[in-house]
């Protein structure tokens, strides 16, 4: 009975060392995808339907306003600096947009870092974790937000072979891996909140 239970407690253990391992691995990769990645949040005015669906024509719009803009970077940082120089530029399309739908909402935007929860999209998936963004408000932003990604452009169909030159080879297995991986970004969330638990981050 007792070789039974020591039997029973080592594979136990070596279950949990096995999962730490993958958890620690699998979570150095998903820091690289937060790392390679530059996202687009869009915060809608309210719940209502109209505001809704403006929240996604302006979605649309905006994507396809920069769809040219990324050309010349070849990280997330330089499209980051490309985004900040084009900030009025971006913000003012944003709100000549709104204003030509016949509504009088104000539209702000800001580049932030910010926590975005593990979300699967219909061609890929991205893993929870704290990525730069540029924020677009709507009116008082009191409604549900969309976010995507605007480096490298997922979001766009003409974008994934400039994802195949950001990312490497595990993050997009990870990427591209779709559902099979939910579980194990459920995992890295967990251990992600472990750490930020004893750094105090957050």
């Not at 005015?45 to 302006?58: G, H, I, P």
């Not at 909402?105 to 893993?127: A, G, W």
């Not at 400039?162 to 991986?181: F, H, M, P, R, W």
Request: proline content about 1%; glycine content about 6%; overall charge neutral.
């Amino acid at each position: 009975m007792k070789r039974t239970d020591r039997l029973i407690k080592s594979l136990a253990c070596a279950f949990i060392f096995t999962l730490i391992f993958q958890s620690l691995s699998l979570y150095g990769e998903c820091l690289g995808i937060e790392k390679n990645t530059f996202r687009l949040h869009i915060l809608a005015n309210s719940d209502s339907e109209e505001d809704q669906a403006l929240k996604l024509q302006l979605r649309d719009a905006v994507l396809k306003y920069t769809e040219n803009m990324f050309q010349s970077a070849d990280t997330s940082h330089n499209a980051e600096m490309l985004v900040k120089k084009k900030m009025a530029e971006i913000s003012c399309f944003s709100q000549k947009f709104i204003y030509s739908k016949g509504y009088n909402y104000k539209v702000n935007l800001q580049i932030t870092n910010m926590y975005f929860n593990t979300r699967v999209y219909e061609n890929f998936t991205l893993p929870a974790g704290y990525y730069d963004a540029l924020r677009i408000v709507i009116g008082s932003g009191d409604g549900h937000n969309w976010w995507c990604v605007m480096f490298p452009q997922l979001c766009l169909p003409s974008a994934e072979n400039k994802s195949d030159e950001i990312y490497t080879d595990g993050q997009k297995e990870l990427i591209k891996g779709g559902v099979k991986y939910e579980y194990k970004f459920k995992i890295v969330e967990w251990y992600q909140n472990i750490v930020n638990l004893f750094n105090g981050n957050r």
